[in-house]
């Protein structure tokens, strides 16, 4: 089952983005520090906020088994871009003893039918180059690049 995240479900979310971080840190230790991308207290502001829904699959006890985080976006009144509603996926984690379950595709699933649903004309996300078996999963979910990010170290 998949539903909006509550606050009882903060400990286990806490844990999942502890992994997703560590997956960064793995790949770009000399961008991604130790850490979590959102503290207790900034989770629990994050709920109240309708804008950024957390999407939660639950197993049969209602416990948490992965995560996807979105923001809808739009730029209304920019210069150059037009006026469609995004919802984009700020980040998206299946617990990593629960992989192969196809956990990730009916999050994946349930937020492109939310973003239908709540009048998105798409639905994007950013995956990083150290990540290949996330990009994998994007594309084999329908996704293709948009936009690609470069960089030059000094």
């Not at 984690?93 to 196809?102: I, N, T």
């Not at 798409?122 to 995956?127: D, G, Y």
């Amino acid at each position: 089952m998949i539903r909006k995240a509550e606050e009882k479900d903060i400990t286990k979310i806490g844990d999942l983005l502890s992994q997703v971080d560590l997956v960064h840190h793995s790949g770009r230790p000399d961008i991604f520090k130790i850490g979590r991308k959102y503290n207790e207290k900034q989770l629990k502001e994050l709920l109240k906020d309708e804008t950024r829904p957390i999407l939660v699959s639950v197993d049969e006890n209602d416990e948490v088994m992965g995560y996807c985080f979105c923001i809808f976006q739009k730029h209304e009144n920019d210069n150059v871009l037009t006026d469609i509603k995004t919802l984009y996926i700020d980040d998206l984690c299946v617990d990593e003893k629960l992989r192969g379950r196809h956990i990730g595709k009916e999050l994946y699933e349930f937020a492109k039918s939310f973003a239908k649903e709540n009048g998105c004309y798409n639905l994007t996300l950013n995956v990083w180059n150290c990540n290949p078996s996330a990009m994998k999963f994007y594309k084999a979910q329908g996704m293709s690049e948009q936009k690609i990010c470069m960089e030059q170290l000094l």
